[in-house]
């Protein structure tokens, strides 16, 4: 039951209190143990940030995007936008769709949380393997503030973010794709999931996560194929560094403290990455050295190259 109104490749699935919007990308699975691949955007994004990256992976692949509550074609939920609802809203939609098991599930940075939290809800079964694209770990905040005060109010205010991270020049999407996906991210729809999401919700999700203590029982996915994709943090920093001193943004003392994060930023965020190869004892890490926090969409072709990896990988996992 595809509205007019929506993409050809869209259904509006039911999942009991309203409605998500699930894109279907190639062809039906042949049997149901064939993997299916699902892509889990992070926080205040919707399903287009993928599209790069769909476009790019094989035509015989079951794909599936979704937009979670409240953006683009997804109604609203009734739940606050918790971690853990979200979690639960995915796994209502992938049991009402029905989307087939096993799944390779792909998520980017605030996914590597909700990704958890799905797990914490249904275990491991579902899953046959994950790639973590910059995904956030748990104890992330405990070791860099990425919503630090200094660097976006002092530094970084009145810049234009997509530009000063370089995402809008070098990012791989069409022109198409571009617009549409600047175009969903400035409605009030948009504003107000995302500012939810943001501000009221990211930032707990990790305390309620790590008491769930999951990092006790790694490897979580036992043998089961985990890619992991480490962006590269300093060069969004440094963008948003050069763009707000050309506007003559921040104190010598506020430029000065911002210097040295960027300049610590990436060892941590290795630090970071490095844990989530617990996960299983059959992972690989590899870093974008190109991209910032949106791999996805400025190098999407190393989050082709993970899928590939799971796929080549699956068949040595028992």
């Not at 926080?43 to 953006?71: E, H, M």
């Not at 300049?263 to 974008?288: C, H, I, P, Q, Y």
Request: glycine share 6%.
């Amino acid at each position: 039951m595809t509205s007019p109104a929506l993409p050809s490749n869209c259904d509006l699935v039911n999942i009991g209190t309203h409605s998500l919007a699930l894109y279907t990308h190639g062809p039906e699975t042949g049997s149901t143990k064939d993997p299916v691949v699902i892509f889990v955007s992070g926080v205040a994004s919707d399903a287009l940030n993928w599209q790069a990256v769909v476009r790019l992976l094989p035509p015989s692949l079951r794909i599936y995007t979704y937009d979670r509550s409240g953006y683009r074609n997804s109604q609203s939920s009734p739940l606050e936008p918790s971690a853990e609802n979200v979690a639960l809203e995915l796994s209502l939609l992938i049991e009402k769709a029905p989307i087939t098991k096993p799944l390779i599930i792909v998520g980017h940075s605030w996914a590597g949380v909700l990704i958890h939290e799905f797990i914490a809800l249904k275990g491991t079964s579902q899953i046959a393997g994950l790639v973590l694209v910059d995904a956030n770990h748990e104890t992330a905040p405990l070791v860099i503030n990425v919503d630090d005060p200094i660097l976006w109010n002092a530094i970084a205010a009145d810049v234009e973010v997509y530009s000063a991270w370089g995402v809008e020049a070098k990012h791989k999407l069409t022109q198409e794709e571009w617009d549409a996906f600047r175009a969903a991210e400035s409605t009030v729809k948009y504003k107000l999931i995302a500012q939810k999401e943001d501000v009221e919700q990211y930032l707990p999700s990790f305390e309620t996560l790590r008491k769930k203590k999951l990092g006790e029982r790694q490897p979580l996915l036992k043998d089961k194929p985990v890619f992991v994709i480490g962006g590269t943090r300093s060069r969004d920093w440094n963008g948003l560094y050069k763009a707000g001193v050309a506007k003559g943004n921040g104190t010598e003392e506020e430029r000065s403290y911002v210097r040295e994060m960027i300049r610590t930023v990436d060892e941590k965020s290795k630090g970071l990455m490095e844990k989530f190869l617990e996960l299983s004892t059959r992972s690989e890490l590899v870093f974008a050295t190109e991209s910032g926090h949106f791999v996805q969409m400025t190098q999407p072709d190393i989050v082709v190259d993970g899928v590939k990896w799971v796929l080549d990988n699956l068949s040595a996992s028992s």
